[in-house]
């Protein structure tokens, strides 16, 4: 007959020990919750500043999109100078359509357009919690915000190049 000599005692005593070296126990998971809130906390904070910086990016990007198109219609027909009117988003609107528009026969067409994408169409918004694209009369400024204006929103998601436009005709809208 062998017998097994355990040096601690019984067996129930050492399943108990090996339990407890093994865990860990609540105040260390505290400490480290804890620690971890705050790592969260700062990268949190990091990536809303990171966040802001590439809508800045995204909306000057845009803003110069559209101000790029009124050069290049400038440079083929002549400057586009149409009066801003405040409190409303239809002079946006009515600019962005004529950079927009290509006549229906090829010969007709004006050189070079359309000047902007037809897919381009953006709502309008008055929020000042939004970027927005206002009309100036002769180009487009960027209101960040916390700035009072109306004008084209500015969509992050890219759900503003949906589909084309309505054909507008720059002749009947501004008298050409």
């Known amino acids: 007959m062998t ?4 040096k601690s005692g019984s067996a129930a005593s050492v399943l108990k020990h090996d339990w407890r070296a093994a865990g860990y126990s ?9 620690i971890m809130g705050v790592l969260s906390g700062i990268t949190v904070g990091a990536f809303h500043q990171f966040l802001d910086g590439s809508k800045d990016a995204l909306a000057t990007a845009r803003l110069e999109m559209l101000n790029q198109a009124l ?28 950079l927009q528009y290509r006549g229906p026969s090829e010969d007709k067409a004006a050189i070079g357009s359309p000047y902007l994408d037809p897919m381009y169409n ?11 694209l206002r009309w100036t009369g002769r180009m487009y400024e960027l209101l960040k915000p916390q700035t009072p ?8 998601e890219g759900t503003d190049f949906k589909g084309p436009p309505r054909p507008v005709d720059p002749a009947d809208m501004l008298g050409f």
């Open 149 to 156: 204006g109306t004008g084209l929103l500015m969509n992050f």
């Open 122 to 132: 953006p709502l309008t918004s008055s929020s000042d919690s939004s970027y927005r």
């Open 26 to 34: 609540v105040s260390e998971l505290v400490i480290v919750i804890s």
């Open 71 to 98: 050069h290049s219609f400038a440079q083929y027909n002549k400057e586009l100078i149409y009066t801003r009117q405040d409190g409303a988003a239809e002079d946006e609107r009515t600019v962005l359509r004529v």
């Open 3 to 6: 017998t097994i000599n355990h």
